[in-house]
C-alpha cells in the first residue's frame, strides 16, 4: 500500500488551501482514511479521519474550517482547509488503516501559514 500526498505549501492567514492523498496497492473498501499533521517541537495529531463508511470526525481545531472528501473510486482523500492560521502550519500525513493490511503513512506535505 503507497500513499501520494499532494498540494499544501504557503498561504497567508485567512487564506485556503486543498491537500490530496492517492492511495494504491488496495482494493477492497474496508480501511479508514485521515489526515493528521505535525507541528515542529510537537507530537503528531489528528486532523480528521473518515471511515469506510463515510462517517467523518474532526478534531476540534479543524471543526468548521476543513472538510474532508473521500472518494474511495478514486481511493482519493481530498482536505479543503479554509480560514487558515499560523497554528496549523505542520507537516500534514495522510494514513490509511486497514484491518485487513495494517496502518501506514504517505510522506507528508507541508503547510505554512503566514502571519
Known amino acids: 500500500v503507497q500513499l501520494q500526498a499532494s498540494g499544501g505549501g504557503l498561504v497567508q492567514t485567512g487564506g485556503s488551501l486543498s491537500i490530496s492523498c492517492a492511495v494504491n496497492?488496495?482494493?477492497?473498501?474496508?480501511?479508514?482514511m485521515g489526515w493528521y499533521r505535525q507541528a515542529p517541537g510537537k507530537q503528531r495529531e489528528l486532523v480528521v479521519v473518515?471511515?469506510?463508511?463515510?462517517?467523518?470526525d474532526y478534531a476540534e481545531s479543524a471543526k468548521d474550517r476543513f472538510a474532508a472528501s473521500r472518494d474511495d473510486n478514486k481511493r482519493m482523500l481530498v482536505l479543503q482547509m479554509n480560514s487558515l492560521k499560523p497554528d496549523d502550519t505542520a507537516v500534514y500525513y495522510c494514513?490509511?488503516?486497514?484491518?485487513?493490511?495494517?496502518?501506514?503513512w504517505g510522506q507528508g506535505t507541508q503547510v505554512t501559514v503566514s502571519s
Open positions: 494514513n490509511v488503516n486497514s484491518p485487513y493490511r495494517g496502518n501506514f
Open positions: 496497492g488496495i482494493t477492497e473498501r474496508t480501511y479508514r
Open positions: 473518515v471511515s469506510s463508511g463515510g462517517v467523518t
